[in-house]
């Protein structure tokens, strides 16, 4: 059984950090590409962040661009998202996503992943 596990949200003051994680089983996710996800109260789920099978590719919404960074730890089979400076705006859920698709570079649309995790909530107070 496939399985995408979040943790490391939390409720933090504006300008602050929290470093997401993603630990993935169930089968091997070194070889698939894998990103976040966000969902706020009222609004639709967008695109956070992408990173390929390798590392060697990543992507982000222009939204946390020089903020945001995701990495992955292949042997641990787990995807971070490191987030700084954050903002009231980045209060949402934030979905871990990974693709089905061997040696994929970076996807950004919902329908390209094929796993999702649960959530963690992510709280930025002003």
């Known amino acids: 059984q496939v399985q995408l596990v979040e943790s490391g949200g939390g409720l933090v003051q504006a300008g602050g950090s929290l470093r997401l994680s993603c630990a993935a089983s169930g089968r091997t996710f070194s070889s698939v590409a894998m990103g976040w996800f966000r969902q706020a109260p009222g609004k639709e789920r967008e695109f956070v962040a992408a990173i390929s099978w390798s590392g060697r590719n990543t992507y982000y919404i222009d939204s946390v661009k020089g903020r945001f960074a995701i990495s992955r730890d292949n042997a641990k089979n787990t995807v971070y998202l490191q987030m700084n400076v954050l903002k009231p705006e980045d209060t949402a859920v934030y979905y871990c996503?990974?693709?089905?698709?061997?040696?994929?570079?970076?996807?950004?649309?919902?329908?390209?992943?094929?796993?999702w995790g649960q959530g963690t909530q992510v709280t930025v107070s002003s």
């Open positions: 996503a990974a693709s089905r698709t061997e040696w994929g570079l970076v996807y950004v649309l919902p329908h390209e992943y094929d796993y």
